[in-house]
Structure formats: structure tokens, C-alpha cells
């Protein structure tokens, strides 16, 4: 991004022949199979408990619009994260809002007839506002496209997108009271409370605003920071009349309303099925950028254009791994969790390259000849636990989505001179007061996406992993000195409600040193193939970290105070002491960087008797927090796939000499813990963090996992139980691999030989550049473990 131009112009059209050649391969394998794969996508599942961003199908992969119904974004949440926007149990509908990112969330429609009212109503007293009832079995959701009758009004309201710009249509019944509802100024989802606001008409079609919002996390994080988004849009028909709102009241005829609560009303007189089209062009720099986007997006295409589009394009992508089976309920599964991977994080920057900067500045990506950035800027939430899921399908099958990640990350390194593990429009929201970016960054170096600045990347990481001084709250890891000092985070006592990290040690004490040994052990293998061999030796060293806290007489990780003593009044399964979301039983095994000294100072026959044991019990919970619909459900439990820590560890058998406990679990966990109920979908209401629970049903179910999050200086891929008959997927590096099963059934989960390119493969491990060369592999599968195969050679545990 800050390269000289003439390598810009190399990468944009590199990254364009891939696309092409991408679409190639796609359009072949659309064609031969010749089934739309967007039937399989359900974005229904889940939404008892989903987060912001999660229930968007008006939107494309990536996409800054992302246009959805909500039931509940006004009341926003009083935690900053929690669940808001649209739960499957309300039944009505309050808005059509455009923002949905990780604490960003803004401007709403909505369609009424008959008595004005400015203000949504409370889902308890409905007939208060202008929210409407509605009933599910008049909604259809899909990717790129989104259709629901308001029951109150008699009005169909539909939503589309292209990446920067909203689409609507609104489809009214005869009435001399037709309005349409511009609410901008009021909190949505996770924005926080507004700071201002302001719209206004330019003519008789065309207007403009803005909303200025301090997210709670902003506030802590980043607090002289904020989060702001701009809009133009066009409607298709002339309103009658315009008139205008705030939190103090109604003026009737009012062209512009600035302040808090600050909205427009147009008024129409319909005729019967008569339909209003309007798009909307957004931005998080300018008004002109989002009329910029707008216009070169959306210029002289229809709604109806724009959904065909918008679905040819989930169409493209989601077919990139293409399966097959005759059990449509694992095709729901998998390609609702492709879905909402792809949908998670979204596009920051313009199409000029304008992207936001800290406090509302502008910064300018550089771009090609013809004006257009190589990459795009992101939006992110926290990359905690993501390299078990996320980033290992981006480099199977979407490279792009990873090469974005990471020059963002070193825009806002070269900006503000630290990582940021989430960020909402270049400010530091990080949410869990640690940082895995260097390692992601690092596993995307041994992954071969080398598209950047090699020498600045390492930089960056190193001063992630060993920095501290003037470093910035927002960046987390404020404990690095300690861990430096000590080898690891002495243990301070807390409330469990703050996170404090400090220079002397923190209150997640524990799952700190565990992380940083981990995040450690990645920037030690990126300084060995850079040749820093002093960087290696320091960072090796730190990667054990762990062994500091492991506590021989209970065989778990323990917190340790400064004074070398395991803490007292110790709980395995307390979690906030000393463990972040999470406790001791689960935290134990957070040692990917080195699960053969695991194992070992274990003991080989106690570890697995005790992985096996607690993988029995969780699934009487099954694997999480049993049926209780909350984030947090499983954090005591003994173990948790709702949450980020766990999500490694049913891989771990394969390093243990029982690899077909590995294909027994994982099975299990892709049958009975995902689901395709709104309840129940990834848990019971459990925390999926912008599409990693969907992303590790992705990889899972093709059989193909690492522990180590491609972090190796030869990275490798695990193998266990695919799940479809046949998958079919295009790599990122142009080429396919085919993976058949056969025998292949619910009870056959057991891996009796696997061949790939015709020759037998006797590990349950391969380096990953031979999977990446394509080709096709075979597993053939019985419902009886052989334990003779890939037992003998476990997966390298190299130091």
C-alpha cells in the first residue's frame, strides 16, 4: 500500500488474474455440477443469540453495506458486544439498517403508511413507533438478497447490495399516508451512543448525511477516537413532501435536521403495488466519497440488477469449495458457516482508496494507473483464535481476504505505530486486551502470501511480541514486559470484570503467558527463515513460557504470582481468574506451538485417557454450554467449542498416537454442536466472532485442520473425517484439489487408508505445500477405527 506505484500496478493485476483464473475454474466446476449452491445457505440459523453483524443478507462477501432487518438495534447493549440487532424470538421489525461491523452500526429506513411516527416503538409496546409486526413464514433470506412483509403496513420491503452501496425496494399498497423513514440519528447494534448527526436533502431525489459515534470499546481502547459514516442517496420518486426530525420533535416541513435523533420523513401518496427504490451510497471518510461509491457502483443499475449480481457473486465465491453428499442438513451446515466467514469482515476503504484514519482524519491507500487500490482497508474484529478457522480457509481458498487483513494491519502499524487486533475504522477496539496479529501475519508469510513489505511486517511483529515501552492500551498485550522479565504474566488478583494488564502482570495472567509463548514461537520461526538468529533464540526461549505454569502435582496450567507460587483458592473450571473466557481444564491444552512437550510432561497414556474422558462429558453438554442461550454458557464447562480457546484441541490426538479419536470427535462436534435451527446453530447461542465458528465447520468438515495455525517454518495439514462424499475446491494458487470419501455415513467416521495422487499416504499429516500442489485425495472409511494407520508418525513438533 505505501510501495512505489509501479508494484502496485504488479499486485492489482495479479490479484486480477487470479480472480480470472479463479472464475475459470469456478464456472467449470459450476457448470459440470450444475447446482446453485445459495439453497444450502440458511442466515436464519443462530439468530436467537447473534451478534451484529451476523444476521446481513443484504450484503456480498466483504461488503461495507450491509443491509439487514432489526428488531432490536435501537436498544443497542449495555456491555458494548453482546447479541442485538435480529433475534429469531421478536416478530417485529423496527428498521432496515445499512452499517453492521464490530462496534460500527448506523443509519436505518424504514417504510410506513398512515399515522407518521418518528421514533421505532419498544418491542413491548409495538403500536407506540413505526415498528411492524411480521411473520416469518412472509421472509425470505438469502445471501446478497433479503424480502419481508410488514404486516401493520401491508408493505414488502426487499435489500440488496454491491460492496459500498444499499439497495432497497419498497412495494406499497394504495394510501395517502405512504412515508418513508430516514432514521440516522439514534444508536444502532454496537455503535455506542450518537455524538452527532446531521442529513438533508440536495433536490427533490438526492440526499446526504453523516452519524458520529463513540463506541464503548472506542471509549476505552482508543478514547480519543471515533467511528464515523457517511451517506448519499437517490430514491426514485419525488416525496410530496419532506419534513424533518430530532430527539426534540417533528418539524413538517423541513428539508435537513441536524443533532441526536436526527431523521427525515418522505411522504408519498401510492397507488396500489406501487414500488420506491432508493440506493445508498456509504463511506467512512466523506458524504463524497459515499457519493463516489455510489456512483460507481450502482450508476444506472436496478434493484433487480443488483440482487443478480449480488448472488452471482455469493454464487462465485461460496463455490470456490464445492461439496457433495446426500445429506443436505451437513451442506447447510457447511455453507452457512462459508457464509457468514466470508460476510464477516468488511471493506473500510473507498474505491479511490480513501480510508478512515484515527479521530475521523482521512488517509489515501496508493493505487495504480488507473486510480484504484491494489488492496482494500478492513473493518475487524479481534483475530483471537481465528488462525484455528479463519485464516486457514482464507489461505486455502481466498488469499485476497488474507493479503487485506495483513496490509491493513501494516497501514495501521506505519499510522499508529503499534498491531490492532480489532479495529472499527482505525480505531483500537480490541475487546480482549491481547494480540495475535503478529502471528497472524507470521503464519501468512510461511503460508507463501508474501504480498508486502516483508522487512516492515517482521519489524511490526517483533515489536508486538517484545515491545512495551510508550506502547498504546488499544494494542493490547500492556503485560509484554513482565512476560520478557519473568518468561512469564505473574498472576494479579481482580474482580475478573476489568482487564488489568499492566507492567506487573495481569488478571488473565495465565491464558496471557499461554498466547504470548504461542505468538512467540510464530515471530521465532518468521526470524529463523529471515536469518535473525538472535531474534530466533530470544523468541524460541519465550515460547515455552507455559512450562513456567504448569503445575506437576494436578497436571494443569496454574496461575503464578511474581513470587514463583501457584496461587491458592484454586478452581480448574473458575474462569476470569487467571483465564479469559475460559478456565484451567480448557486452558491446559493451549500449547499448539508444542503439543508433543505437552504430552510428554503428562504423560502419553494420561493424556489421552483424560482428553477422551473430557470429550465424553462435554458432549452430554454438548461440547459447550448445553442449551443455555449465552455468550459465555460454556466457560466453566470442562470443555467449550463456543469460544476461541477450545477450538484446537480434538485435533490434538493426531500428535498423541490416536488419531482416530481425532476422527471420532471432531465428527461428533460438527454433528451434534452445529445445527440448523435459529436456536440452535453454532451452540446454543454461543460467540460467533465474525465467522470463526462457521470457519472451523468449513475446514473440519473437509478434513483438513493445523494446530499450529500454519505458524511451522514448513507448514503442514492435519488430517481427520471429511464429512461429504466428494469436495471439490479451487486454491488459492489457481489450482484444485478434489477430496473423495469412501464408504463415507454418519456411523463410518473412521479413516481406514487415505491415498493422494495414487500413492498411500500412512501419516495423518502432510506438509501443506504438497496439498497446495492440488491433485486428488482419497480417504476410505469404516465405522471401526484402524489404529494402525497414521499413528506411528505423529505431526512434527519441532522447537
Not at 440458511?42 to 439468530?47: S, Y
Not at 487483513?405 to 483500537?428: C, M, P, R
Amino acid at each position: 500500500m505505501m510501495k512505489i506505484a509501479n508494484h502496485n500496478i504488479k499486485t492489482y493485476h495479479l490479484k486480477n488474474v487470479r480472480a480470472i483464473l479463479t472464475s475459470t475454474l469456478l464456472l467449470c466446476s459450476c457448470v459440470v455440477n450444475g447446482q446453485s449452491v445459495l439453497k444450502y445457505v440458511d442466515p436464519d440459523i443462530g439468530t436467537a443469540h447473534s451478534r451484529w453483524f451476523f444476521y446481513t443478507p443484504g450484503a456480498v462477501p466483504g461488503g461495507m453495506a450491509k443491509l439487514a432487518p432489526s428488531t432490536n438495534g435501537h436498544y443497542g447493549n449495555a456491555s458494548g458486544w453482546e447479541a442485538v440487532g435480529y433475534d429469531t424470538r421478536q416478530n417485529s421489525i423496527e428498521g432496515f439498517v445499512h452499517f453492521h461491523e464490530w462496534q460500527v452500526g448506523g443509519v436505518s429506513f424504514m417504510p410506513t403508511t398512515g399515522e407518521l411516527k418518528v421514533k421505532p416503538g419498544g418491542l413491548d409496546t409495538p403500536n407506540s413507533g413505526y415498528r411492524s409486526h411480521f411473520d416469518r413464514k412472509n421472509q425470505i433470506a438469502e445471501p446478497g438478497y433479503y424480502k419481508v412483509l410488514l404486516d401493520d403496513y401491508n408493505i414488502t420491503a426487499e435489500l440488496t447490495a454491491t460492496k459500498r452501496v444499499g439497495f432497497h425496494r419498497y412495494t406499497f399498497p394504495k394510501n395517502d399516508q405512504s412515508h418513508i423513514i430516514l432514521d440516522i440519528g439514534n444508536v444502532q447494534g454496537e455503535s455506542g451512543p450518537v455524538i452527532d448527526a446531521g442529513i438533508k436533502m440536495l433536490d427533490d431525489t438526492h440526499f446526504e448525511g453523516f452519524v458520529y459515534t463513540y463506541p464503548k470499546y472506542v471509549k476505552t481502547y482508543d478514547p480519543d477516537g471515533m467511528v464515523n459514516m457517511y451517506f448519499y442517496g437517490e430514491v426514485n420518486k419525488r416525496p410530496d413532501n419532506v419534513g424533518s426530525f430530532t430527539a426534540n420533535g417533528i418539524t413538517q416541513t423541513s428539508r435537513s435536521a441536524n443533532g441526536k435523533g436526527a431523521g427525515l420523513f418522505l411522504d408519498y401518496k401510492t397507488t396500489e403495488n406501487e414500488t420506491i427504490e432508493i440506493k445508498v451510497g456509504l463511506s467512512y471518510t466523506s458524504t463524497a466519497n459515499a457519493k463516489l461509491n455510489l456512483e460507481t457502483e450502482a450508476n444506472g443499475i436496478s434493484f433487480d440488477q443488483a440482487k443478480a449480481k449480488a448472488q452471482q457473486t455469493w454464487q462465485q465465491e461460496l463455490s470456490k469449495i464445492y461439496v457433495e453428499g446426500k445429506n443436505d442438513t451437513d451442506k447447510v451446515k457447511f455453507y452457512t458457516g462459508l457464509f457468514h466467514a466470508l460476510l464477516g469482515r468488511g471493506i473500510a476503504s473507498d474505491v479511490n482508496g480513501a480510508y478512515p484514519k484515527h479521530g475521523g482524519a482521512i488517509g489515501q491507500l496508493q493505487t495504480d494507473a488507473q486510480g484504484k487500490p491494489g488492496h482494500d482497508f478492513i473493518n475487524t474484529d479481534a483475530i483471537w483464535g481465528a488462525f484455528w478457522d479463519l485464516t486457514q480457509l482464507w489461505s486455502l481458498s481466498y488469499p485476497d481476504s488474507y493479503e487485506d487483513f495483513v496490509h491493513t494491519q501494516l497501514q495501521l502499524y506505519k499510522d499508529k505505530g503499534w498491531f490492532g487486533d480489532g479495529i472499527a475504522n482505525s480505531e483500537y477496539i480490541s475487546g480482549v486486551g491481547t494480540n495475535f496479529v503478529g502471528l497472524t501475519i507470521a503464519a501468512a508469510y510461511q503460508a507463501g502470501i508474501r504480498d508486502y513489505d516483508v522487512n516492515l511486517a517482521y519489524k511490526a511483529i517483533r515489536a508486538n511480541e517484545l515491545g512495551w515501552k510508550d506502547r498504546k492500551p488499544g494494542s493490547g498485550k500492556m503485560d509484554v514486559k513482565p512476560f520478557t522479565e519473568y518468561g512469564y504474566v505473574p498472576f494479579l488478583e481482580g474482580d475478573g470484570k476489568n482487564y488489568i494488564a499492566d507492567s506487573t502482570g495481569a488478571v488473565f495472567s495465565a491464558s496471557h503467558t499461554l498466547e504470548y509463548s504461542f505468538s512467540a514461537f510464530a515471530a521465532a520461526q518468521m526470524a529463523k527463515a529471515l536469518g535473525k538468529e538472535d531474534d530466533y533464540q530470544k523468541l524460541i526461549k519465550y515460547s515455552n513460557g507455559w512450562r513456567y505454569l504448569y503445575n506437576p502435582a494436578n497436571k494443569l496450567i496454574q496461575p503464578k504470582k511474581a513470587d514463583g507460587t501457584f496461587i491458592d483458592k484454586f478452581d480448574p473450571y473458575a474462569p476470569w481468574r487467571g483465564y479469559q473466557e475460559g478456565n484451567a481444564m480448557q486452558y491446559t491444552f493451549y500449547v499448539p506451538q508444542n503439543p508433543e512437550a505437552l504430552i510428554a510432561i503428562q504423560g502419553k497414556d494420561y493424556f489421552n485417557n483424560n482428553l477422551d474422558e473430557i470429550f465424553q462429558k462435554s458432549e452430554k453438554d454438548g461440547f459447550g454450554g448445553g442449551k443455555t442461550i449465552n455468550a459465555f454458557a460454556g466457560i466453566t464447562s470442562i470443555y467449550n467449542h463456543g469460544n476461541e480457546p477450545s477450538l484446537h484441541i480434538s485435533w490434538l490426538f493426531n500428535f498423541s498416537g490416536k488419531p482416530w479419536l481425532t476422527q471420532k470427535w471432531t465428527r461428533r462436534i460438527c454433528d451434534e454442536f452445529y445445527g440448523v435451527e435459529p436456536i440452535h446453530g453454532y451452540g446454543y447461542g454461543q460467540d460467533e466472532d465474525q465467522g470463526q465458528l462457521g470457519s472451523w465447520y468449513v475446514i473440519t468438515a473437509l478434513g483438513l485442520f493445523d494446530v499450529k495455525g500454519f505458524t511451522d517454518a514448513k507448514p503442514i495439514v492435519e488430517l481427520s473425517s471429511p464429512i461429504f462424499d466428494k469436495a471439490t475446491i479451487a486454491l488459492g494458487n489457481h489450482k484444485q484439489l478434489i477430496i473423495e470419501t469412501k464408504n463415507n455415513s454418519k456411523e463410518n467416521v473412521y479413516i481406514q487408508s487415505v491415498k493422494f495422487n495414487g500413492k498411500l499416504l500412512n501419516n495423518c499429516w502432510l506438509y501443506r505445500d504438497e496439498l497446495m500442489q492440488g491433485g486428488k485425495m482419497v480417504f476410505t472409511m469404516g465405522n471401526q477405527p484402524n489404529k494402525a494407520w497414521g499413528s506411528k508418525f505423529p505431526p512434527p513438533s519441532v522447537q
